[in-house]
């Protein structure tokens, strides 16, 4: 992506459904995104010298996460979810040409984070692959002294998974799977560990906390649907979401739309940028710091 061409248009404390509210009143008779200027976000020619979404600040953001000495009990966790138009999740996050910001983001931060959190559900629909299939990003984590892939982490308390795992296949880290089952799952893939965890203890807090104190994981990618990121949002796990909108996306209509997500909007914009040709557009949301 070319990051001058990617410019801030925000308003203040906008959640997430605000900005998808605009979005879609602008842009439904012509299928076209929030014109410039338009209800209470502004284009690049309201304001000069806006900041260009930069890949090098999320990278460096992260590094100073991963070693920030600090009494967190779970690890920094940062979302990257791709949503059509109606803010469902995409049936293919990862459609040709569709989503060059939010592929930005997420090869900056899996060259980055220390582990990677996958939806269960995205690893039996076989959309997965291992996280840094790029050599210059694995020599990238090399030279940081990291893992050349991210330590996988899924949380599935019946422990079905496919077999022929891509993830766990050739990957330099193993998959930890947390599950609520008694007895591991038979026939588990190479690469892949079981973590048992009672039923009522499995929930994503408990996992990750036990990864950041077992595995030192102290930053974390999660990648996937509306289920994990609900679980997230209720656990108040969630630290940061990147969500890329945009037109030219298939909803995957098994999903409910993100918007509908309990705790999605106690997010607000903390930044967001659109590409010249108006099709795609990248949100960053934090949680809204208490009210005094």
């Known amino acids: 992506m070319s990051t001058g061409e990617w410019r801030q248009r925000v308003g203040d404390e906008a959640t997430l459904s605000d900005w998808l509210e605009e979005l879609v009143g602008g842009g439904r008779d012509h299928e076209r995104p929030l014109a410039p200027g338009q209800g209470r976000f502004h284009g690049p020619s309201d304001r000069e010298a806006e900041p260009a979404f930069s890949p090098e600040d999320l990278a460096a953001d992260l590094r100073c996460r991963r070693l920030e000495d600090d009494d967190r009990v779970c690890p920094y966790v940062i979302g990257n979810l791709a949503l059509a138009l109606d803010s469902r999740p995409a049936a293919d996050p990862h459609a040709a040409g569709a989503l060059e910001p939010g592929a930005t983001v997420e090869d900056v931060a899996r060259a980055e984070v ?35 892939d991210p330590l996988g982490i899924v949380i599935a308390r019946s422990g079905a998974l496919p077999h022929d795992l891509a993830i766990a296949a050739d990957a330099a880290a193993p998959l930890v799977l947390y599950t609520a089952i008694s007895d591991p799952p038979a026939n588990v893939a190479a690469g892949v560990e079981v973590t048992h965890m009672a039923p009522h203890d499995l929930t994503p807090t408990a996992a990750l906390a036990h990864a950041r104190r077992e595995r030192g994981v102290r930053t974390v990618l999660y ?33 409910p739309p993100a918007t509908e997500l309990p705790g999605l909007d106690r997010l607000t914009i903390d930044g967001a940028w659109q590409d010249d040709t108006r099709h795609a557009t990248l949100l960053r949301l934090r949680p809204a710091l208490p009210k005094a």
């Not at 269960?120 to 997965?128: K, N």
């Not at 050599?135 to 030279?143: D, S, W």
């Not at 996937?224 to 979401?241: I, P, Q, R, V, Y």
């Open 223 to 255: 990648e996937g649907g509306s289920a994990m990121l609900a679980a997230l949002l209720a656990a108040d796990c969630l630290d940061e979401l990147f969500v890329t909108v945009d037109t030219r996306l298939t909803p995957d209509t098994d999903q």
């Open 114 to 148: 220390d582990a990677v959190l996958i939806g269960a559900g995205v690893l039996r629909s076989g959309r997965y692959t291992r996280p840094l299939g790029r050599p210059a990003l694995r020599e990238h984590r090399r030279g940081r002294g990291l893992t050349l």
